[in-house]
């Protein structure tokens, strides 16, 4: 019996030894660094946290552990780590999507906390003590989306084709590829109102391609063109302005023959050609009404309508007869006008011709003080005549009279 106590009287003491060591231990956690790589990042990026600590704990009738919690800026818990109870000296390292935390973004960017955690509690207890040990905070944003319009005219003419190619990108990177089907909602205003609007899907390529109908589309004068992107996972909402100029089409004219001197009694003729461009190519204005104008000194003398032809020529030949001038007018205003359409612009040519002095009709003032100069010239003539005799009769006489008397 003595022998069996002394044997087991060893092992007793061990056990009581080894719960007293046990019982010596106390909890004590140590927070050596905790950091993140990076203060703010995009959405689509991840989130890497380092950090090392020392743990210490009774395991026997103590539970403790540390954890990693990350809260946004309403405090709602968005991830957590595992529960990392090891004893003794611990480093990690986690690497957290960012698009799987569900982040909201109430005024264009959110700020998350990182908090490093450590719980402990007695088993015949239950009684919790939690303490964070720091806190990291970091702003997650949105990334800024840029939109390019290719090969893009910002005036276009009544008639023309216009193709719209966007593209939409980050320049900061070169893979765009999460943009694929995202829907871009197209408006067009004229003078402060919507005259058109449709959704578009973004390709593979980030673009959107499509065809817009000027008569259709769009209004003359300034146009306003706006992209809007909205509700997308990595990028701020953004709206994007062009402006294009709707405008009719220029007719031009080519002087063909004109006189810009005019003769006694020479017609005035005049051949013009009128013609425009649509999409490059030329179209003559044929068989289109031209306003003839006349003006002598400013004052309208003369006003006839007038058909181009077939070819958009405008043959025009008047007699001088029709002219009404002033009595001191050398030039004539010749002015061509067209009243424009819904394709074509107004378009004026004004043309000035020279007239001869030989052209104008004597007035009857001139005609008498035509005549008074000739009559007066015919007295002077005849008087001249007169002098000159008598002067020499006197002479004669004089010369008779010096002889007598020698």
Known sequence: MKKKFLLIFPFFILIIFSNFINFGHCFFCNLYYFNSNK??????????????WELDYNQYNEIAYIQIQIFDCFNNIVWNSSEYDEIGFSEKSWNINIINLNVSFTNGSNTLFIKFFSYYYQISTMDMVITYLE???VEIMKRTL???????KNQINIGENL??????????????SFLINQSILFNIFSNESLIYQLNYIINESGIIKFDLFPHEHLELGKNILVFIVKNNSFYYDSMFFYEIFLEKNPVYVDIIGFKED?????????????????????NTLNNHCI??????????TYVKNYFTDQFGF????????????NEDCELVVIEFFFNGTLLLENKTLTLTTRLSLSTKQNSPFQYNYLLFVIFISIILAVLSVAVFNYIKKRKEKLLADITIKY
């Open 163 to 176: 193709s719209i190619t966007a593209r939409f990108y980050d320049k900061l990177l070169e893979d765009n």
């Open 314 to 325: 405008l043959n025009l030949s008047l007699s001088q007869e029709i002219f009404v001038f």
């Open 135 to 137: 806190t990291i905070e």
């Open 262 to 282: 005019l003769g006694k009694k020479e017609d005035l003729k005049i051949k013009l050609r009128f013609y425009y461009f649509q999409n490059n190519s030329l």
């Open 291 to 300: 306003r003839v104008m006349i003006f002598n000194n400013k004052s309208l």
């Open 146 to 152: 840029l939109c390019e319009l290719i090969r893009f």
């Open 39 to 52: 203060q703010g990042y995009y959405i689509n990026e991840n989130i890497q946290i380092n950090a090392s």
